[in-house]
């Protein structure tokens, strides 16, 4: 009786769970040559894939890819978090701020600010400017609208 040693290479799946060290580049744009983020330096990060964790352009680059590898690729802003859509930058009543924000928050332009509206809706905004009646917000991705440079090693695939 012989034994066979199972062969089969662990590949990525559109339904995998995925530790990996990534690194996001931003290569377009005012911010070219930023560092978006890095986790090489630091603790690996897991992904659940098909889950919407990630844009579905970053996911698809990950299809495929051995247990193990890395992988560079450069993606368009539509491969990666689309365009910046101006629809997407909103003004805010202070009035739903305050029902929605603890009293005590303070915010200042360039600040993320996360919230819930009269809806049960999350939203989460860059904010852009502020008076006395509302905020100027923009829900666009901070990605959207930029190429960006994906670096990515796969350290294990369940």
């Given at each position: 009786m012989s034994l066979e040693t199972d062969t089969c290479e662990q590949?990525?799946?559109a339904d995998s769970y995925l530790t990996l060290h990534y690194c996001i580049q931003i290569m377009s744009g005012p911010a070219a040559g930023t560092v978006f983020i890095n986790t090489f330096d630091s603790r690996p990060a897991t992904l659940q894939l098909g889950v919407g964790q990630?844009?579905?352009?970053l996911e698809a680059v990950l299809i495929g890819l051995r247990e193990g590898s890395t992988h560079h690729v450069d993606l368009t802003p539509e491969q990666a978090y689309g365009e910046r859509n101006p629809a997407l930058v909103q003004w805010v009543s202070q009035r739903l701020l305050q029902?929605?924000?603890?009293?005590?928050?303070a915010f200042q332009p360039g600040d993320?600010?996360?919230f819930q509206a009269q809806d049960g809706t999350r939203y989460s905004g860059v904010l852009?400017?502020?008076?006395?009646e509302s905020a100027l917000f923009d829900f666009n991705h901070p990605l959207a609208g930029a190429?960006?440079?994906l670096d990515v090693k796969i350290l294990g695939i369940l």
């Open positions: 590949l990525v799946r990630w844009a579905d352009g029902e929605n924000l603890a009293q005590d928050q993320t600010v996360a852009k400017q502020s008076t006395d190429a960006i440079r």
